[in-house]
Structure formats: C-alpha cells, structure tokens
C-alpha cells in the first residue's frame, strides 16, 4: 500500500468498555456515546455526503485535541494485535567482516526470512520495570515486545533495557501513514511481510553474530599463517588419507597400513607420557590438544563441542579413520591457541587424556 499523507481526522473512539470503534461502526452524532482515546472527552460521530466520515470534539466542550488522531491510530494497532493474537515476524539479516592485515575483507553472513506466528498472550501496557512496552506478548514461550510508533519512536534508555534483559522486540512504524487507515489496512500490515515492521532488538542475532565471528577469525588466523609461511614451507594437502601420509613421510610412516607407527603410534605415546592441553569452550563442549611430535598435532573434540568443526576444519586436515582424533600441521600450532583462547572460558593441562 502506498504511503499516504497525514491528516487530523480521527476513524477511531472509544466506547464506554473502552474498547474502540471505527467510524463506519457507531450512530451518527453524539448518538454513537463516544469518548476521545487522547483526552477522554465526548466525541460526535460525524457521517455526512460531503466529507469523509470522522469523529469529532462536541463544540459544548471547547476542546481542542492535537494529538487525538495520533493516539487514536496507536489505539488501533494495539487493540487489533491483541484481536488476531498472530503478527508476521521481519526478516533478520546479520553480517559479520573483519580484514587481514593486508586489507582482504572475509565476511559471513547469515538470513532468516519472517514468518507467522502465534502470540501464546497478549498484555498491553504492561510494565516490564523500569519500561512499558506497548504490547508485551508470549510467542513460543519467549517473550516478544512490540512497540507501535506513530510520531516518537524507541529512546536508547527503553533500546538499552531490552538489551539487559535478552528480549526480542519489533517496532510497526506508522509514522507516515495516514490518520485515517482502516481496520483492514492495520490487519494486512500486521499479518502480511510488511516493511512497517523491523526488529529493534532479536536476541538471536547476538548469537549469529558470535558464531559469524568465530568463523570469520579462523579463516584470517589461516590467512594470515599461509602468508607468512613461504610457498616452500606449505604442505599439499588434498585429503585427510593424502595429506597425512605426507607429513609423516620422513619417517616413512604409513597411516593407512596396519604398522603400530603413525598416528596409531603417537597416540599410545601419549596415553603414558602425553600431555594435552584441554579447551573449556564457551558455547558448550572441550577441545583437547597434544602436541609432542615435531610435526604433528592431534585434536580430540567432544561431542559437544561438535559445533566448532566447521572451523577447526581449516586448521586439520583430517580425521583419522574410525576415531574422533583430529590431525594438524604443527605449524598451524600457534595460530590454533590464539583462537581458541579468544572462545574458551577456562583451560588445564591433562596427562594421558587419549
């Protein structure tokens, strides 16, 4: 629907349960036993052939409302939210960018289109201290805020609460929409992928946010790793088999064989001399690190800490066959701790972990 301009005309009032009716709805005149939703004064129902149809202060009163139409259309919208129980949710868009040192951007991005969904409850003004939402609603039992702008929108103090609590909130801007849309038109824009609506706040995004930058570091802490290196230093590693077979070469070691060297070796090594340093990731799950070869690292990653792999991939170059033993490059060493320090909440030394 087009924009419209704005007017002084008020469409809805309130009626003595204080509910609201549009003007289509009531008798004509002081008939219809309508207040202003602004002041609370009478109203008349005016109804002619002339002009369009609108509600309007007895001239007994003398009074003059300017903010009347306003309040009137931020009424509607919070009434009609709490009718249809549903609102069409706004797409969310997040990006994530960081560049290396020699200005190559790497960046992430993640979508999740709108969609439909039910509203559990629905309370209006209701205070959520030291705030008051406009509607604070219950959709998959999590808290969603909508806020209903028609001339002043969301201050930073109301932004900066929502934030403290993790509540996600989405803002209807009507700023620019005439006084007099009806029922209808308020509908369609409450249940359709309309551009009125967008998040003020998603507590998810933070969460996309963390994860896009996790990925996006690794991939510079690679980039960076391969630049230093000289192009004679960088193994070629084409697969986990291939490239494992070629860092162990030296020792003519074959680690698809059935010889106890290898990676089947090393790791009884270190069952009674190995140490290993173990991750406590923040986002849930452990990441232990041996490193007493001088060539190779071997990573065992729990179950929970499954969510890293896409990462970590960058870093091994492989897993080793019918186990959860990762192998890297010791030259990735370095750059490995640095990132997953920046991700862990705690780390220790263990004996014999494998």
Same mark, same amino acid.
């Not at 109203?43 to 052939?49: E, F, I, K, P, T």
């Given at each position: 629907m087009d924009k419209l301009k704005q007017d002084a005309h008020i469409i809805f009032a309130m009626v003595e349960d204080g509910s609201l009716r549009q003007i289509r709805d009531v008798a004509?005149? /002081?008939? %219809?036993?309508?207040? %202003?939703?602004? %002041?609370? !004064?009478?109203? /008349?129902?005016?109804?002619?052939?002339?002009?369009?149809?609108?509600?309007a202060h007895s001239s007994q009163h003398g009074v003059s409302c300017e903010w009347a139409a306003e309040t009137a259309l931020h009424f509607a919208m919070k009434q009609l939210i709490e009718e249809e129980r549903q609102i069409f949710i706004p797409d969310m868009h997040v990006q994530v960018e960081r560049t290396t040192s020699w200005g190559q951007t790497v960046k992430r991005t993640h979508?999740?289109?709108?969609? !439909?969904?039910? /509203?559990?409850?629905?309370? /209006?003004?209701?205070?959520?201290h030291p705030i008051r939402p406009d509607v604070v609603a219950m959709s998959g039992g999590k808290h969603l805020f909508i806020e209903v702008t028609v001339t002043h929108g969301t201050d930073q103090k109301k932004l900066k609460h929502i934030q403290k609590i993790n509540t996600s909130a989405i803002e209807f801007n009507l700023r620019d929409y005439s006084r007099t849309i009806d029922w209808e038109v308020l509908r369609d824009l409450l249940i359709s992928a309309s551009p009125v609506k967008s998040w003020i706040f998603n507590r998810r995004q933070a969460e996309i946010e963390a994860k896009l930058l996790d990925e996006v570091m690794a991939e510079i802490a690679i980039l960076e790793e391969d630049r230093r290196k000289s192009t004679s230093e960088k193994f070629l590693l084409n697969s986990a088999t291939s490239s494992a077979d070629q860092l162990m070469d030296n020792r003519n070691m074959d680690w698809q064989s059935n010889s106890k060297k290898g990676v089947d070796e090393l790791t009884e090594k270190m069952k009674i001399r190995g140490k290993a340093i173990c991750f406590s990731l923040k986002n849930g799950g452990e990441i232990f690190v041996h490193s007493i070869d001088e060539n190779i690292v071997l990573l065992h990653i729990t179950e929970q800490a499954e969510w890293l792999l896409s990462a970590l991939s960058k870093f091994s170059v492989g897993k080793k066959s019918d186990s959860e033993i990762w192998v890297m490059p010791k030259k990735r060493e370095h750059q490995l701790f640095i990132y997953l320090n920046s991700i862990s909440s705690a780390t220790r030394s263990v004996q014999g972990h494998i």
């Open positions: 004509n005149g /002081l008939a %219809c036993n309508c207040f %202003c939703i602004a %002041c609370r !004064m009478r109203v /008349l129902a005016r109804q002619g052939s002339v002009r369009q149809w609108h509600f979508s999740t289109p709108g969609k !439909m969904v039910q /509203l559990e409850s629905v309370a /209006l003004e209701h205070s959520v």
